[in-house]
């Protein structure tokens, strides 16, 4: 058997050394799925797009089509269904005559059912109401000579707010008041009338009830004393946030 110099035999023992300390190393480092710490950057012209089984997008960030007409790359994104149907996108589809992004959310359909409006900001989608005009003189108000709280107008509408804000044109002897209800509760603390000619006056207060529920408004009255009188006319309702 040949005799193996030392020196060679150190060096192999080293290089075994060296690769189980980089298998140590290997073996103890996060996963190659996982950023545990810092950014993940994509360049000008790339993007990530994660997709099905089938190859269909399903998210996609970074560069968007169409581009834009000047040369550069338009920049936003767009999530789709598993059924290729898109349901969130910020992009324009005409970069030459409408070059603001919208964000858009679309149901299944592809109906755009909430939008940003890409002229004046704001909200392009839904459309929200705005309160019918009322009558101005107060001889066309519900009135009352109740001195028992009494409604003077009801009706429902859904619970998609955290909160109720309402306004309520008021005129009548003074010490009258008026109060909000909903679902048969006051809400907010009532409001009295000074005997102003042309008064308003607001609620603000917690919506009871879960989101989508049918809730019941409620505006009454009351006078200070017998042959009084109160008269009032909603002037908007509003459901706000927190």
Same mark, same amino acid.
């Given at each position: 058997?040949?005799?193996?110099?030392?020196?060679?035999?150190?060096?192999?023992?080293?290089?075994?050394?060296?690769?189980?300390?980089?298998?140590? @190393?290997?073996?103890?480092?996060?996963?190659?799925?996982?950023?545990?710490? $810092?950014?993940?950057?994509?360049?000008?012209?790339?993007?990530?797009?994660?997709?099905?089984?089938?190859?269909?997008?399903?998210?996609?960030?970074?560069?968007?089509?169409?581009?834009?007409?000047?040369?550069?790359?338009?920049?936003?994104?767009?999530?789709?269904?598993?059924?290729?149907?898109?349901?969130? @996108?910020?992009?324009?589809?005409?970069?030459?005559?409408?070059?603001?992004?919208?964000?858009?959310?679309?149901?299944?359909?592809?109906?755009?059912?909430?939008?940003?409006?890409?002229?004046?900001?704001?909200?392009?989608?839904?459309?929200?109401?705005?309160?019918?005009?009322?009558?101005?003189?107060?001889?066309?108000?519900?009135?009352?000579?109740?001195?028992?709280?009494?409604?003077?107008?009801?009706?429902? $509408?859904?619970?998609?707010?955290?909160?109720?804000?309402?306004?309520?044109?008021?005129?009548?002897?003074?010490?009258?008041?008026?109060?909000?209800?909903?679902?048969?509760?006051?809400?907010?603390?009532?409001?009295?009338?000074?005997?102003?000619?042309?008064?308003?006056?607001?609620?603000?207060?917690?919506?009871? $009830? @879960?989101?989508?529920?049918?809730?019941?408004?409620?505006?009454?009255?009351?006078?200070?004393?017998?042959?009084?009188?109160?008269?009032?006319?909603?002037?908007?309702?509003? $459901?706000?946030? @927190?």
């Amino acid at each position: 058997m040949a005799t193996v110099p030392t020196d060679l035999l150190d060096r192999i023992r080293d290089i075994e050394r060296r690769v189980r300390g980089l298998m140590a @190393s290997a073996n103890s480092g996060p996963p190659m799925n996982q950023v545990g710490n $810092g950014d993940i950057v994509v360049g000008d012209q790339g993007r990530i797009r994660a997709r099905t089984s089938h190859g269909d997008d399903l998210l996609l960030v970074g560069r968007v089509e169409p581009d834009r007409d000047t040369g550069q790359y338009q920049q936003g994104f767009a999530l789709r269904r598993d059924d290729g149907s898109l349901a969130l @996108s910020l992009l324009t589809t005409d970069p030459e005559k409408a070059p603001v992004q919208a964000l858009r959310v679309l149901d299944h359909r592809g109906n755009t059912v909430l939008a940003t409006d890409t002229g004046r900001g704001g909200l392009s989608r839904p459309y929200l109401p705005f309160p019918t005009p009322v009558p101005v003189a107060t001889s066309g108000w519900q009135s009352t000579t109740a001195t028992a709280w009494t409604t003077l107008y009801a009706g429902p $509408g859904f619970a998609q707010h955290p909160k109720v804000y309402g306004l309520i044109g008021v005129s009548g002897s003074p010490g009258a008041a008026v109060r909000l209800l909903v679902n048969g509760s006051p809400v907010g603390e009532e409001q009295a009338v000074t005997g102003a000619a042309d008064q308003t006056v607001t609620f603000l207060a917690d919506l009871p $009830g @879960s989101f989508g529920d049918v809730v019941a408004f409620e505006i009454q009255a009351r006078v200070a004393a017998a042959g009084d009188t109160v008269a009032c006319q909603p002037r908007g309702l509003y $459901g706000v946030q @927190s």
